[in-house]
């Protein structure tokens, strides 16, 4: 069965700074590309970025490009997400899902909520 | 960038009537469109790939349609479970983008 566990999510305060944590199992995960999917509240979905399976390959949506790092250590079926210059507009539910295709695993998600 | 058009916002159907939900692509999108639900408190399910490819699991009413700019979900025969919020997204082009999604709600 696979499994995603979102981590990191917490508090932060404009300009800060966190790192979100997807610990995978339940499949090969170095052979999978794998995307970060965020929901602010009330509001849809918005596809963050991704990378892939050897994490040589990555792509940013525009709202998070030069603040956001997608990244992953294939040794312990992680994938991270490194953000920094955090703005209120980035408060939101962040989701890791399986594959930057389509998507047909997704973890339960981590809030990140930026405010002073 | 690849914006994602859905209609109607909210739809208000009857259990047992069919619904019919559309998408709208900037530009061609292939037949890289797939279609996700999601219910309140949950992660997003995907239904449908490859416009009409059904996911594993997923039951004969739900149906995908079209091709290019113009894509079409369908569920033949709305049992409880299916009202919930239901998104496109393209697969063709980076950023993959996600249409700001159709409210399935109980008439």
């Known amino acids: 069965e696979v499994r995603l566990l979102e981590s990191g999510g917490n508090l932060v305060q404009p300009g800060g700074s966190l790192r979100l944590s997807c610990a995978a199992s339940?499949?090969?995960?170095?052979?999978?590309?794998m995307s970060w999917v965020r929901q602010a509240p009330g509001k849809g979905l918005e596809w963050v970025s991704g990378?892939?399976?050897?994490?040589?390959?990555?792509q940013y949506a525009d709202s998070v490009k030069g603040r956001f790092t997608i990244s992953r250590d294939n040794s312990k079926n992680t994938l991270y997400l490194q953000m920094n210059s955090l703005r209120a507009e980035d408060t939101a539910v962040y989701y890791c899902?399986?594959?930057?295709?389509?998507?047909?695993?997704w973890g339960q998600g981590t809030l990140v909520t930026v405010s002073s | 960038e690849m914006v994602m058009t859905q209609s109607p916002v909210t739809l208000s159907v009857s259990p047992g009537e069919r619904a019919t939900l559309s998408c709208r692509a900037s530009q061609s999108v292939s037949s890289n469109l797939a279609w996700y639900q999601q219910k309140p408190g949950q992660a997003p399910r995907l239904l449908i790939y490859?416009?009409?490819t059904r996911a594993t699991g997923i039951p004969a009413r739900f149906s995908g349609s079209g091709s290019g700019t113009e894509f079409t979900l369908t569920i033949s025969s709305l049992q409880s479970e299916d009202f919930a919020v239901y998104y496109c997204?393209?697969?063709?082009?980076?950023?993959?983008?996600f249409g700001q999604g159709t409210k399935l709600e109980i008439k």
């Open positions: 339940g499949f090969t995960f170095s052979s999978y590309a």
């Open positions: 990378i892939s399976g050897n994490g040589v390959g990555t």
């Open positions: 899902a399986k594959d930057w295709w389509v998507s047909d695993n």
């Open positions: 490859g416009t009409s």
């Open positions: 997204q393209q697969y063709n082009n980076w950023p993959r983008t």
